[in-house]
């Protein structure tokens, strides 16, 4: 940049930077309306699973007698008003399953033929990544490593999810047919293994949520409006130079 | 100062400003839509059979759906009599007061106004079919349990109801009217559905629906009515208590 070598009068070479915004385009319109579509009908499964899963609450965390957490605590079921709701729960999920089903099931279609899977499937290198990632996002390491639109503990848990959606699936299948489909049943274990299954999967959905959470507040604005949006305002920086003033800009004649 | 580079940064930040109302603008539109739907559904005035109207149709198309695919080939699967548990959960009560000696007879309405009567010892000419298999109950539990009687198929045959398993439902209500289930005919014809009078290779007990009751492996356990009074034969669906009660009608497995 000619322009910028221009002296001033005190000798010094000046050159200054302005910062400006410009729009990133980050997430599709299709992956938007997939998430957003995908959190209210994941609650409603979530929610009237738990009204059917009132109706025989036997699974504990604990060994012999004793019990470490207990699913779930009578207080529970009291605040989210479950008691004596087996059949209500029972019509929602099995309308909300095609919601769930078609809507997780487009969206991967989506991430495969619009090539957005190379952005979130892992790769060879991702899971060792993630345990950096993991390092840094807990402040016990300082750096990060170089990331892509996700980082790699963000491709294993994006993937993980779509494979534990699929997993909901299968092993609710089983549950709901398990003579029709009695080699889904065979599958997953048996009768009672799958609906263990479909149970520890759901609870694997609410930790995934606090955790995506989290990240998400700790993220930022940016971060959150963009799964909104589309898309990120990155700043950066623009060398200007301001006109010199004509009294300063006579040093060609000493 | 009118610097071109900050013209351009004021013309980004209209940009964005403009694009964040928008997007944030359907955004909110489409969640309180989403909500506004579903409170409709939930609030919606339940029907005499205690669902909502919507809901009872997505049961219906369901059970449409799943029916396409029912084969009656396709059993539950067999246990050894040993895996069966020694005394198997009794978990209703609902047309089973007082108790039934051998004064009970078995009414078979082959049409209205030709009622067929017949006595456990009719049942039992049959030939005996055992089955042990993995009871479910819509509740959420199961249990491996042993069960011998007559194969409704066979007894259909025996007793000429030929015409009758051509309909598509049977109906089956206790003697003293207050339980009563209906189950699609493919269900009744699958080879392991039993006219039921021996729990582990002895009479039923009175809380299992003695002298006879219905077990059919395809269905939840709500759908294997305990002590057989009346049986009809129907193209309409016959009344069903748990359907009543807000309960998918089919419950096939």
Redesign the interface.
């Known amino acids: 940049m000619a322009a910028a070598k221009k002296k001033r009068s005190n000798g010094l070479l000046y050159v200054a930077f302005i910062f400006l915004k410009r729009i990133v385009k980050k997430h599709p319109l299709a992956i938007r309306w997939f998430h957003w579509i995908n959190f209210p009908v994941l609650t409603v499964m979530i929610w009237s699973g738990l009204l059917i899963y009132w109706a025989n609450d036997v699974y504990r965390l604990g060994w012999g007698d004793k019990t470490l957490v207990k699913f779930f605590p009578q207080s529970i079921y009291d605040a989210l008003n479950v008691p004596f709701h087996l059949s209500t729960g029972m019509a929602f999920h099995f309308f909300f399953m095609w919601l769930f089903f078609v809507n997780g099931f487009l969206y991967v279609l989506y991430t495969i033929f619009s090539g957005e899977w190379r952005y979130l499937a892992p790769d060879k290198h991702s899971f060792k990544e993630a345990w950096l990632v993991l390092l840094h996002d807990l402040h016990i390491r300082k750096t990060a490593p170089p990331q892509g639109k996700y980082n790699a503990a963000q491709r294993v848990a994006y993937s993980a999810i779509i494979v534990m959606g699929a997993g909901s699936i299968i092993t609710g299948l089983a549950i709901y047919k398990p003579i029709q489909l009695y080699w889904l049943c065979y599958l997953c274990g048996g009768y009672e293994a799958a609906r263990i299954e479909h149970f520890a999967l759901t609870i694997g959905y609410v930790l995934f949520f606090l955790i995506h959470v989290i990240q998400v507040i700790l993220a930022g604005w940016n971060n959150f409006q963009a799964m909104v949006t589309g898309f990120e305002v990155e700043q950066y920086k623009e060398v200007t130079v301001p006109e010199p003033e004509p009294a300063e800009t006579t040093t060609t004649d000493a | 100062m009118s ?1 071109p ?2 013209e ?2 004021k013309a ?2 209209r ?2 400003s403009r ?2 109302i928008m ?2 603008s359907v ?1 909110f539109v ?2 309180a839509l ?2 506004f739907l ?1 409170l409709k559904l939930y609030h919606e005035p339940a029907s005499a059979d ?3 109207p ?3 149709t ?2 219906k198309t ?1 059970e449409k759906l ?1 029916s396409l ?3 009656k080939i ?4 067999s246990f050894k009599k040993k895996d069966a548990v020694p005394n198997a959960r009794v978990n209703g009560d609902v047309g089973m007061g007082g108790t039934l000696d051998t004064s009970w007879r078995l009414k078979v309405v082959r049409k209205p106004g030709d009622t067929l009567v017949l006595t456990l010892d009719d049942i039992k000419a049959l030939p005996k079919t055992e089955v042990v298999f ?1 009871f ?7 249990q491996v349990t042993y069960w011998g009687g007559a194969r409704f198929s066979d007894f259909l045959q025996k007793y000429n109801l030929v015409s009758q398993s051509t309909m598509k439902y049977v109906g089956m209500i206790t003697p003293d009217g207050t339980y009563y289930v209906g189950n699609d005919m493919p269900s009744m014809m699958q080879p392991q559905t039993l006219l039921c009078y021996e729990l582990n290779g002895k009479p039923l007990p009175q809380n299992q629906g003695y002298p006879l009751r219905l077990i059919i ?2 269905k939840y356990g709500i759908k294997h009515l305990k002590r057989i009074g009346i049986m009809y034969f129907s193209n309409e669906k016959p009344k069903d208590y748990w359907a009543e ?4 009608y089919y419950s ?2």
């Open positions: 610097d580079a900050q351009k940064d980004v930040q940009e964005i694009r964040t997007s944030f955004f489409c969640m989403g909500v579903f205690n669902v909502q919507t809901l009872r997505v049961f369901n799943f695919f029912y084969s396709r059993q539950a699967r993995d479910k109950c819509v509740e959420g539990w199961s492996p395809v009660q807000g309960y998918d096939g497995l």
